[in-house]
């Protein structure tokens, strides 16, 4: 069974950082790529950032190039997400999922983390 489990969000001010944890389970981590994608209410689901498995490439959403960076550990089946420079338009709950090789949709998600940014 596949579980993902994502940690570390809170509350910050706008500026600060936090560092986002994606503890897997049930599938081979390093066969997949990860995503984080984040929604806020009323909003829908976006990408935020990708690792992929083979070459570790990263992918940013323009809203947080610059700020955020992705990382895994094939060791320890985690990904990791560290936001700097947060904003109040960061503020929503954020998902990692890996991507379905076979199709690139993905299918398995956490329950997620809540961010959220103060002003």
């Known amino acids: 069974e596949v579980q993902l489990a994502e940690s570390g969000g809170g509350l910050v001010q706008a500026g600060g950082s936090l560092r986002l944890s994606c503890a897997t389970s049930?599938?081979?981590?390093?066969?997949?790529?990860i995503g984080w994608f984040r929604q806020a209410p009323g909003k829908e689901r976006e990408g935020v950032s990708c690792?992929?498995?083979?070459?570790?490439?990263?992918y940013y959403a323009d809203s947080v190039k610059g700020r955020f960076t992705i990382s895994r550990d094939n060791a320890k089946n985690t990904v990791y997400l560290q936001m700097n420079s947060l904003k109040p338009e960061d503020t929503a709950v954020y998902y990692c999922?890996?991507?379905?090789?076979?199709?690139?949709?993905?299918?398995?998600w956490g329950q997620g983390t809540q961010v959220t940014v103060s002003s």
């Open positions: 999922a890996p991507r379905s090789g076979a199709t690139g949709s993905y299918d398995y």
């Open positions: 690792i992929r498995n083979n070459d570790g490439n990263t």
């Open positions: 049930g599938f081979t981590f390093d066969e997949y790529a």
